[in-house]
C-alpha cells in the first residue's frame, strides 16, 4: 500500500509540474515533461522521504521476503560478542568517539 501512495504522489506531483510548464509556461511538452520530471524527484526527494522508505520496505518485502541479511558472519559474531560483554558488565561505558563517560569534562 506505501508503494501504490508513494506512486500516486509522485504522479501527481509531476502532472501539476507538466501542466504548470506546458500551460502557463508554454514550454514544448518534451520539455514541459523534463521539467515536470525534475521538479517531481526534487519535491519527493526532500519532503516524501517516510512515504518513499515505506514504498522501498514493500518492494524488498515483496521481490526479495527472505533475502539474507548483508553483514557477514563474522561481524555478526562480533556485535554478538560485543552486546555480550556489554550486558555482563553494566558499569562499563566505551564511548568511540571520546572514550569518556558523557556529561564528564576534559
Known sequence: MAF???SLIRGVLFLAFFLAAYLWLQLSPLA???LAALCAFA???IFFRKQRAGA???VAKTFAP???T???AKAAADADAEDALIDENPDIWVDAQKNRRPGSSD
Do not use: G, M, P, Q
Open 43 to 45: 519535491v519527493s526527494a
Open 70 to 72: 548483508t553483514h557477514s
Open 4 to 6: 501504490f501512495k508513494y
Open 32 to 34: 514541459a515533461a523534463l
Open 56 to 58: 522501498t520496505a514493500d
Open 66 to 68: 527472505n533475502a539474507a
